[in-house]
Nanobody, 121 residues
Framework: QVQLVESGGGLVQAGGSLRLSCAAS????????MGWYRQAPGKQRELVAIIASGGNTNYGDSVKGRFTIPRDNGRNTVYLEMNSLKPEDTAVYFC???????????????WGQGTQVTVSS
């Protein structure tokens, strides 16, 4: 069984910074893409940032230049470093990973439980 465990959410003032972490554990052979999505109340879940195992990244338009997504392959962990936060960044942030497991054909899509980020004005 594989789990994604997120941490680091909280309340921050506009202009501040937060760092989210997501650690994958279990019978992992390899992890392809890892990333972060977010969902605000009444809105659809949207891409924040993703990173491939080789380091290629893709960011949502609304966070480009403010967020970065470093990854530690040795620890099966992905981070989301959020700077210059805005009230519109308030949402539940979900970690996502495509994981190859021992004895399973193909990569399986896993999601974390979500962590709340609230940015006050």
């Amino acid at each position: 069984q594989v789990q994604l465990v997120e941490s680091g959410g909280g309340l921050v003032q506009a202009g501040g910074s937060l760092r989210l972490s997501c650690a994958a554990s279990g019978s992992i052979v390899s992890i392809n893409v890892m990333g972060w999505y977010r969902q605000a109340p009444g809105k659809q879940r949207e891409l924040v940032a993703i990173i491939a195992s080789g380091g290629n990244t893709n960011y949502g338009d609304s966070v480009k230049g403010r967020f970065t997504i470093p990854r530690d392959n040795g620890r099966n962990t992905v981070y989301l470093e959020m700077n210059s936060l805005k009230p519109e960044d308030t949402a539940v942030y979900f970690c996502n990973a495509f994981i190859r497991q021992d004895g399973v054909i193909g990569a399986v899509d896993y999601w974390g439980q979500g962590t709340q980020v609230t940015v006050s004005s």
